[in-house]
């Protein structure tokens, strides 16, 4: 929300002040001339600086997150959303961010870096800013022969993908009304020398030699390679014009036990994959709480990358992993 002012009246927002960790400006922004008033951002982990005040008695209000007071007496105090703490001006004090919360922590690196690199951007001229968001946004799973498109609704399932979609979103809105071209690049499973997560735990196993009990799984799972992505980012860049959300992969898309064989190969070893049934699959992921590793495994999950080949010179790679 950006800041109004009327006639004796003035409202706007802590997020349309600024974005980042630290200080807001309220008092300069809404013109309060009777006192003073900030806002401060502290992500989780973050403690402001011990500091008093001359004359200054100080107000803090919990807007969001759990905030722990430190006081001059070595007292501590932890408040949550709602909490008041009064501080005479002598009192030394501290705050610091005790959340352990990963909407947050994702909110800051993803979707505020994102902010603040992007106001950068415009002050600084640059004719299109192309973000490398994620395929969770749109959701976790595809039907089979429907990948997602462009414009299917967002469906982010967790605190990653939430802020991934918050970062698209701060994009839209600061590049909004101004010559800077806003590019949304929903990326799948990336793949390629030093790849890590879900990808290397897979790769680990196969150099491993474990037996993979995924033999009988007939999914379609769209992967983009590190080489593809790069020329990718090349194409969106060097395009005539350009905006708006696109998927980029590797054709054609992959099943696991696909997958798996093509990692064997690279490796030069002989893959060890037997036959298990996906609902007993299924099953364990869910007695052992794995569900979410096992869907990811099983399931469906394709991009449809048609725009950006029609807006750009960008053609996709064929498939095949370099590791």
Not at 19 to 31: E, M, N, Y
């Amino acid at each position: 929300m950006e800041t109004e002012h009327g006639s004796g009246w003035a409202v706007g927002s802590i997020d349309g002040l600024g974005s980042g960790p630290g200080f807001r400006k309220i008092r300069g922004a809404l013109g309060v001339n009777a006192f003073g008033v900030n806002a401060i951002v502290l992500p989780p982990g973050y403690k402001s600086n011990p500091h008093r005040h001359e004359r200054q008695e100080e107000l803090y209000i919990v807007m969001s997150g759990e905030i722990e007071f430190e006081f001059g007496d070595g007292e501590r105090r932890v408040l949550e959303p709602g909490g008041l703490a009064r501080v005479d001006p002598a009192t030394v004090r501290s705050a610091r961010n005790t959340s352990a919360d990963a909407e947050a922590v994702y909110r800051l690196a993803n979707a505020d870096a994102t902010e603040c690199l992007a106001r950068a951007a415009v002050t600084a001229g640059v004719r299109r800013f192309v973000l490398a968001s994620s395929v969770k946004v749109s959701g976790e799973r595809t039907k089979p022969g429907r990948p997602f498109r462009p414009d299917d609704p967002a469906e982010p399932q967790d605190a990653y993908a939430r802020s991934k979609q918050l970062a698209e979103a701060a994009l839209q809105k600061v590049a909004h009304g101004t010559p800077m071209e806003a590019v949304v690049l929903r990326l799948p499973l990336v793949h390629g020398p030093g790849a890590r997560g879900n990808f290397r735990r897979l790769v680990d196993a196969v150099r491993a030699r474990r037996i993979l009990p995924l033999g009988a799984i007939e999914n379609r799972r769209s992967l983009v390679g590190l080489a593809n992505l790069l020329d990718a980012l090349d194409a969106a860049v060097d395009a005539p014009a350009l905006h708006g959300v696109h998927f980029v992969a590797d054709a054609p898309s992959v099943s696991t036990p696909e997958l798996v064989r093509a990692i064997a190969h690279a490796l030069e070893v002989e893959p060890r994959i037997v036959r298990v049934p996906v609902p007993l699959l299924r099953l364990a992921g869910a007695v052992t709480g794995r569900r979410d590793a096992i869907a990811r495994l099983v399931d469906s999950l394709e991009v449809d990358v048609s725009s950006f080949v029609a807006a750009t010179r960008w053609r996709p790679r064929a498939f095949a992993l370099d590791l």
